[in-house]
């Protein structure tokens, strides 16, 4: 089966494969003090800015919860979208570990703006209501849109205005400079906190903790919340090879390419209809109910929305243009075989009405 479902769902790329076996030989020492971890944080600082700082973490929800919690105390309050990974697939972890609350702005697109933002904040100084410190955006959003710069920089400047700390989550992040045509560092100017992803884009496992200015204290923080990893070389090699090669920009293209190839061939079937712009490594479609079960006894897919029957389809590092290909040709032979059947029942139906 060939799974649309999810970046999660694909395996490891076979660059990062090789320098995870490549560092596999003889001993390092331990939490980061080795050479291969040394070697990727002073990348991270090339590519972020020297005032950044990184910490590698095992998974996405954990950089997520550590980001949260370097910024805000347990009274504080994070602003965030309907859709975005923090409100709906977090499983109450920023609650559970930061004591905050979480308070969403529904939005079509999954994405912030300052009127919104602005809108929600209400009751400042009040001791009875959590106070907003925090604006989190997930980019690329959760349903693929992708921020503008101009949009970012409004939201910064909001954020600057009213003293708030600006979160960036970001498990698809590498597709933000491609599709915006700026560097890492100049989507991150006047961010406070970024989760960056590598889970998702071709690595066996881990995340990072980007956090811009000082935090002296957020090494005690990681490992409070058992975020430590003692073979840390382990995790630093494949930062290195997504960041020290043009691996983060292949990956990038591709997904937006191929995003871009499966709109241009589900748009030619007039019973689909894309529902949200194709601006990273998803396309959203409403899919007819009864095409959805023999369309995934080939190809995963979930469905987001259960009313409407929108369907994500998830492109990987190592999807192509044959597996686009094939999702089209069996998703054409499901409607021809079902308009077939449609026709066989209004036939026989008219058959029986005569006699």
């Known amino acids: 089966m ?3 479902g999810s970046d ?3 395996g490891v790329h076979p660059q990062i494969l090789t320098a995870l ?4 030989t003889g001993h390092a020492p331990s939490y980061g003090t080795d050479p291969t971890t040394v070697a990727a944080k002073k990348l991270f600082k090339k590519i972020f800015g020297e005032h950044s700082n990184s910490y590698f973490v095992f998974n996405g929800s954990a950089a997520n919860v550590l980001c949260l919690k370097s910024l805000i105390k347990s009274h504080h309050a994070i602003l965030c979208a309907g859709d975005a990974h ?7 972890a920023p609650e559970q570990h930061i004591g905050c609350k979480v308070i969403h702005v529904n939005t079509p697109d999954a994405k912030l703006t300052p009127e919104a933002i602005e809108k929600h904040l209400i009751r400042r100084g009040d001791q009875h209501y959590s106070q907003i410190k925090v604006v989190s955006l997930t980019l690329p959003t959760e349903l693929g849109t992708m921020y503008s710069f101009a949009e970012l920089e409004a939201i910064k400047a909001t954020c600057k205005k009213y003293d708030l700390f600006l979160h960036i989550d970001g498990a698809r992040f590498i597709y933000a400079p491609y599709v915006l045509q700026k560097s890492m560092q100049e989507i991150c100017s006047g961010v406070d906190a970024l989760s960056f992803g590598g889970t ?8 990072a903790v980007v956090l811009f200015g000082d935090h002296p204290e957020f090494k005690f923080i990681r490992k409070q919340t058992l975020q430590l990893p003692s073979k840390m070389r382990f995790l630093a090699a494949q930062f290195l090879e997504l960041f020290g090669t043009d691996l983060h920009t292949d990956i990038a293209r591709n997904g937006v390419e191929l995003a871009k190839y499966l709109e241009s061939k589900l748009l030619t079937v ?7 712009k194709v601006q990273a490594n998803s396309v959203f479609v409403e899919i007819p109910q009864k095409w959805v079960k023999p369309l995934r006894e080939k190809f995963f897919f979930y469905i987001w ?7 994500r389809l998830m492109l990987s590092f190592d999807s192509t243009k044959e597996h686009i290909d094939a999702f089209y040709d069996h998703l ?8 077939g059947e449609q026709h066989e029942t209004r036939s026989h139906r008219d058959r029986q009405q005569q006699h």
Do not use: W
Not at 21 to 24: F, M, R, T, V
Not at 200 to 207: H, I, Q, S
């Open 2 to 4: 060939i799974s649309l």
């Open 8 to 10: 999660n769902h694909s």
């Open 21 to 24: 076996n490549n560092i596999n």
């Open 86 to 92: 923090l409100n709906v697939d977090e499983c109450g």
């Open 200 to 207: 998702k884009n071709g690595m066996l496992f881990g995340e």
């Open 270 to 276: 007039p019973e689909l209809r894309i529902t949200q």
């Open 305 to 311: 929305n259960e009313t409407t029957f929108e369907a």
């Open 332 to 339: 054409l032979t499901i409607k021809t075989q079902l308009r």
